[in-house]
C-alpha cells in the first residue's frame, strides 16, 4: 500500500507540483528585482511579505484540481478503485509543503540581505495570507471545475481587500494583516477561514 | 548645536488630512474648508528640514525604484553624510527668511538625495517641498482659497470629473488583472474544440478579432454600470453641497477613454503569449506588470498601464498633466492593436497546425 503512494506522489511531482513549483520560482525571482528587497525596512518587508509574496499562495494550491481539467487524466482517476480524494490530499500535501519552504525561504532570504525581521511573527503572518488566498482559488476551482475562476476569486478577495472601509477589518479577514492593531485575532481569523476553505472541496464527490 | 523640533506634518498626517477631506466621507471640506499648498519659505524650509531629520534619525527613508515604492535603511557612511548635509542646511537655514535663497536651499536637499539614492523625494524637492503637489507644506485654506477650490471643483470639474479619475484608477487596477485572466481562459477554451475551429472556412483574422471585440465589450459592460451607479452617487454629493454644475457624462468618458485601453491592453498582452504557448502561463506574466503598476500613483508616462490619481482634488494636476495622459492612452490602443494583429497571426498559424510549443518541445527533446 505504502509503496502505492509514493508511486502516486512521484507521478503528481510531475503532472502537478513541477510547473507549480516553476511559476513560483519566477515569481519570486521577479519579486526580488522589482521590490529590491536589500537592506529594507521592517515595514517594507512586511509589505513585501503581505502584498507580493502571498501570491504563491494562489498559484501553488489552485492548480491542485488542474490535472482533471484534462479528460483522459479525470477518466484514469475514477476508474481506480482508491477515492479521488486520496489523490487531491497528496497534491495538497504538497502543494503545503512547498508554500511553507518557499515562505521560509523567502523571509530567510529577507533578513539575510539585511532586512530586519522577526523571523516567527513574519512566517506565520504570510504563510496565514497566502493560505487563505490559496484556499479560496482551491475552492474555487473545485466547485467550478474551472481553474480561471478559482484564479478571479481570490484575486477579486485580494483587489476587494484595497478598498475595504475601516469599519470591517476587524471581521473579515484582512491581508493588510500587519498595519491591524491586534495581530492575533486577525491571524486566528486566516487560520479559521483558510481551514473551512480547504476541507469543504473534499466533501464533493468526483 | 541646537536642533530645531518643528510641528509640520508627515506623510502620514497629511494622507490622514486628506481622507478626513474626502468627498465621499461625511466630514465634506467645505464645512471645515481644506487644506492647501503653502508659498511661505520659512514654513517650506522648516518642513523639509523636519522631514529629512525624521528620516536620519529613524533611519528610515522612502524612495522609489523601477517604479517601487520601499523604506530602506542607510549604511553607516552614508547616514555620516546625510548628517553633515544636515548641519550645512542648519546653517544656511539659520539666516533670515529673506535672506534665505530657495535655489541654494533646493541644491542642498538634492545633496541628501543623491546619497539616499534611488528616485526620492530630496532628488526633486521643488517639486515635492513646493506649491502644487503632495507633500508637507500644507495648511488650512481661509474662506477665500476655499472658495476657489471649491469653484475649481465644483464649476470647473462638474464635481465627478474629480471622482471620475479616482474611479478610473480603482476600477483599472482591477481590470488589468482580472481582464487578464479572463482573457487567457476564454482563450484556452479553444483547445477543446481545436480540431472544430481549424476545420472552419471563417479566416482567422475575422474570427480572432471577433473574440477579442466580444471580450473588450464584456469586460466593459460591467464597468459602465459601475460608472452609471457611480454618477448617481456623484449625484447625490453634488446635491448636498448645492453644486454649481454637474457633469453626468464625466464617468462614461473615463471608462471609455481611460479604462477601456488598459482592458485592451491586459486582454491583448494575456491572449499573446495564451496564442503562444496553449497554457495559463500570461497569469504569472501579469504578475510584473501589475506590480509595478501599483504603487506609483500621479504618474503618466508610458511606462504607466494605467491612469491613477492620488485624490479627487485634482484639478491642477489633471490640467497640466491632460496632454501626457492623451498620448499614454493613444499608446496603449495602438500597442494593443499591434499585440492584437501578432496574435492573429500566431493563431492563425496554430490553427492550421503550424504552431504547437508542447511538439516543438517534443523534438528538442528527441533531437538531445
Known sequence: MFRLYLEIYKKNIKIFLLPAVFSVIFLTVVLFFITDPINCTAAYAARICQEYFTWVGIFLLAPVFMPEQRDNIKETILSKTMPTQTMYLIRLIQALAALVLFTAGLILSLSLLGGEIEFKRYFVHTFAIALLLGGLGFMGTRFSGNIGVGYIIAFGFYIIQMFLPDEIIEIVPYIYIFTLKNETSGIFLFYIYSFILIIIPFFKKH | ?368
Not at chain 2, 42 to 58: G, N
Not at chain 2, 70 to 76: A, C, E, M
Open chain 2, 1 to 368: 548645536m541646537k536642533v530645531n523640533w518643528y510641528k509640520a506634518p508627515r506623510n502620514v498626517d497629511i494622507m490622514e488630512a486628506m481622507g478626513r477631506g474626502s468627498l465621499s466621507s461625511t466630514n465634506n471640506p467645505f464645512n471645515k474648508y481644506m487644506l492647501v499648498p503653502i508659498s511661505d519659505k520659512s514654513i517650506i524650509t522648516e518642513a523639509a528640514l523636519d522631514s529629512l531629520w525624521s528620516d536620519y534619525l529613524s533611519n528610515d527613508y522612502f524612495i522609489t525604484l523601477r517604479s517601487a515604492m520601499k523604506h530602506i535603511s542607510l549604511s553607516k557612511r552614508k547616514q555620516e553624510k546625510i548628517y553633515n548635509i544636515l548641519l550645512e542646511i542648519e546653517d544656511y537655514t539659520a539666516n533670515d527668511a529673506d535672506d534665505i535663497n530657495m535655489d541654494e536651499f533646493y541644491r542642498l536637499l538634492r545633496k541628501a538625495g543623491a546619497v539616499i539614492g534611488g528616485n526620492n523625494d530630496y532628488k526633486n524637492p521643488d517639486m515635492y517641498f513646493n506649491r502644487d503637489r503632495r507633500r508637507v507644506s500644507f495648511d488650512l485654506a481661509t474662506y477665500e482659497q476655499a472658495l476657489t477650490e471649491y469653484n475649481k471643483f465644483a464649476v470647473g470639474d462638474g464635481v465627478s470629473g474629480g471622482l471620475a479619475r479616482l474611479f478610473a484608477g480603482h476600477i483599472s487596477i482591477a481590470c488589468l488583472l482580472l481582464g487578464g485572466i479572463v482573457a487567457v481562459f476564454y482563450l484556452l477554451k479553444d483547445k477543446k474544440h481545436g480540431e472544430t475551429l481549424s476545420g472552419k472556412s471563417i479566416s482567422s483574422v475575422r474570427m480572432f478579432t471577433t473574440k477579442y471585440i466580444a471580450l473588450n465589450v464584456t469586460l466593459l459592460l460591467p464597468v459602465l454600470l459601475l460608472a452609471a451607479a457611480a454618477t448617481v452617487h456623484a449625484g447625490w454629493i453634488a446635491k448636498e453641497i448645492s453644486a454649481a454644475g454637474f457633469d453626468v457624462f464625466a464617468f462614461f468618458k473615463v471608462s471609455v477613454f481611460w479604462i477601456l485601453p488598459t482592458i485592451m491592453f491586459a486582454t491583448a498582452f494575456t491572449m499573446l503569449i495564451t496564442a503562444a504557448t496553449n497554457t495559463p502561463t500570461a497569469v504569472i506574466m501579469l504578475a510584473p506588470l501589475w506590480w509595478a503598476q501599483m504603487p506609483v500613483r500621479d504618474s503618466f508616462g508610458l511606462h504607466m498601464a494605467i491612469i491613477n490619481f492620488y485624490y479627487e482634488f485634482s484639478y491642477n494636476l489633471y490640467r497640466i498633466a491632460r496632454p501626457e495622459i492623451i498620448i499614454n492612452r493613444i499608446f496603449y490602443t495602438m500597442v494593443s492593436l499591434i499585440l492584437v494583429c501578432v496574435t492573429v497571426w500566431l493563431y492563425h498559424l496554430r490553427r492550421g497546425g503550424r504552431w504547437n510549443v508542447s511538439a516543438i518541445f517534443r523534438n528538442i527533446q528527441k533531437k538531445h
